[in-house]
Structures are given as structure tokens and as C-alpha cells.
């Protein structure tokens, strides 16, 4: 690559009328598929669009408190138009966005494939979204070169939510803590891990938590309080019970052990999941290399600056 050359990517963010929060339209460079995307009050708008008249994935959410997860449905149609002209909707959504192509080269099999894989995303990152359709999506087999080209439209769907601030869909192995060399630069980030107690006062029951950049993972092998109390946010009261019924939450020394990785927005929900009530979490995470509460580590890039300023 030459020195100084610019890297990036193009997001087209086209509004559909003179209020900036009217329905909009996403398109990135080098794609082929494009969104609608808007609050619910538009929905009706987004049906008369002619290109949600064929092959589309799409994704009601209905936003929550800060305490709280957002609660995501993904679907697929043949025709998202005729879908949704009479029929009721699957959840009570505050937003949502529709993925199809320019072109008419999304075929049903595509969308149900898209609709299985990112159905399987939203279930592997249950600390950070509430999946509203529990069931499996059939998904559909693809011959080789077609699951190749979805894989690519899968990971540009994924660029532009993120892109969007709609983060959904970080996959929990991507935290895992790699094995930095010496000469690694400074100011590439790393795992800080952290631990707490699933029980008051005990020392041999612990959770793990690691961090890195704005995101937080719960380690697998993490024990759990048995016994809830009623403070237990309503979002991770339904999580917990999630994991019980998909025997990711086991019983173990008069604890449940946690037999997977969940991704976390913030430390406070995971602590709560730990704990069985409910805490902001800055000040129970301890960092295991020097004891320091997460909300102290928390403020070291802010100190720092300001010792440098």
C-alpha cells in the first residue's frame, strides 16, 4: 500500500424527505444490495417501495432502556410488500431495516440462507440482544459459489449495522485474547481481564470478565448464582432462563456454570447475570494483574491525557 494512501469505505445514506428522521435508504460502494431503513411511523412509506416488492431479510427492533437489551426479529420474504400489506407484526418494533438488491438477484433461497446465519449470529451474542424468534430458522442449501457470494453480501449487511450504530453482531470468539509478541505496538488493545464472586464472600466461586475496547465477554467456565434475587433486571432474568434451556448454564458446586462465551455491551448486565441482582458493575470487577475496579481502569485513558495536557 502507498504511504498516505486513504482507506475506507463508502456509506450512500439517501433521505427520503425533508425531516432527517424520514425513511432512508443505504447503499455501500462496490454492492449490490442496498437498505430501507426507518422508525415504525414510516413503515407504512417503506411498503409502497418498489424494491420491497421482492427477495428481502428483514429486522424489526424495539430499543429498550439503558439497562435493558434491544429485542431484534429477523425474518425473510419473497416479497416483503406482500408480507407485511395485511398482515400483523411479528413483535411490537420501534425502528427497523430492510435488506434487498438493486438488481433482483436475491432469490428466496438466498434470503432464508441470510435469515439462518444471521439468526445464528443474534443467539451467540445473547449479552448483547434479545433474539425475539426463538425458533430455527430451515435456512436453505446453497451450491459452493452461491454461499460464497452471500458470505460476502452476510458481511456487508453486518458493515453497514455496524456502521448504523446497530451492534448486533460481534462474535464473542473475536474477543479472545491473542498471544501478543514483545514487539506488538503499544497502542494495539489487548484483553484486560477482570473477576468477581458469584457468591458473597466466597473466594472460590468466580467469574471472569475480559474487556477489550468498548466491548465485554463473560468467559466460559464463569459461575453463576444459583438464586436470583428479585432485582435482577428483567433483560437478564430472560437471558439467564435462555441459557438454562439451551444447557449453557449447568449445575456445579452449589453454583450454575456458564459452558459458552457472552458478549457484553457493558459490564453491568453481566454482572448481573453473575450476582443474580442488580448493580452498575463498575466497582465489583476487579482486574486480576493489579486489583484495580473496572470504573478505576475505566478513567486511567482520561487521566492519562490529562497529566499529558
Avoid at 497502542?187 to 484486560?192: D, E, G, I, K, L
Avoid at 453491568?268 to 466497582?283: D, I, M
Wanted: charge should be negative; glycine fraction near 8%; include cysteine.
Amino acid at each position: 500500500m502507498a504511504a498516505g494512501r486513504v482507506t475506507g469505505r463508502l456509506i450512500k445514506l439517501f433521505i427520503t424527505g425533508d425531516d432527517p428522521r424520514s425513511l432512508r435508504t443505504v447503499e455501500l460502494d462496490n454492492w449490490w444490495g442496498m437498505a430501507v431503513m426507518g422508525r415504525r411511523s414510516y413503515f407504512e412509506k417503506a411498503l409502497a417501495r418498489e424494491e420491497l416488492s421482492r427477495s428481502c431479510i428483514d429486522l424489526l427492533i424495539r430499543s429498550s432502556g439503558s439497562d435493558d437489551l434491544p429485542e431484534v426479529y429477523v425474518g425473510e420474504s419473497d416479497d416483503f410488500v406482500a408480507r407485511y400489506k395485511n398482515s400483523p407484526f411479528p413483535i411490537a418494533f420501534d425502528s427497523f431495516i430492510i435488506f434487498t438488491n438493486k438488481d433482483d438477484n436475491l432469490t428466496r433461497a438466498h434470503v432464508k440462507w441470510l435469515e439462518r446465519e444471521v439468526w445464528d449470529l443474534l443467539t451467540r451474542n445473547e449479552g448483547k440482544v434479545q433474539l425475539a424468534n426463538r425458533a430455527t430458522p430451515t435456512g436453505s442449501k446453497l451450491p459452493e459459489a452461491e454461499t460464497a457470494s452471500m458470505g460476502t453480501f452476510l458481511g456487508n449487511m453486518i458493515y453497514v449495522l455496524e456502521a448504523l450504530g446497530f451492534a448486533f453482531f460481534e462474535d464473542p470468539g473475536q474477543f479472545a485474547a491473542p498471544v501478543q509478541p514483545a514487539s506488538v505496538a503499544p497502542h494495539q488493545a489487548s484483553a484486560q481481564s477482570f473477576v468477581t464472586s458469584a457468591q458473597p464472600r466466597s473466594d472460590g466461586h468466580k467469574a471472569y470478565l475480559d474487556m477489550i475496547g468498548d466491548g465485554y465477554v463473560l468467559r466460559a467456565d464463569s459461575l453463576i448464582n444459583a438464586n436470583p434475587t428479585d432485582s435482577l433486571p428483567a433483560n437478564v432474568r430472560k437471558l439467564r432462563a435462555q441459557l438454562v434451556a439451551e444447557n449453557a448454564l449447568v449445575p456445579q458446586d452449589g453454583c450454575l456454570r456458564l459452558t459458552k462465551d457472552i458478549a457484553f455491551t457493558s459490564p453491568s448486565p453481566a454482572f448481573a447475570l453473575v450476582k443474580g441482582r442488580s448493580s452498575a458493575g463498575h466497582g465489583d470487577w476487579i482486574r486480576t494483574t493489579d486489583r484495580k475496579r473496572l470504573g478505576d481502569v475505566l478513567l486511567e485513558p482520561r487521566e492519562q491525557a490529562e497529566g499529558a495536557g
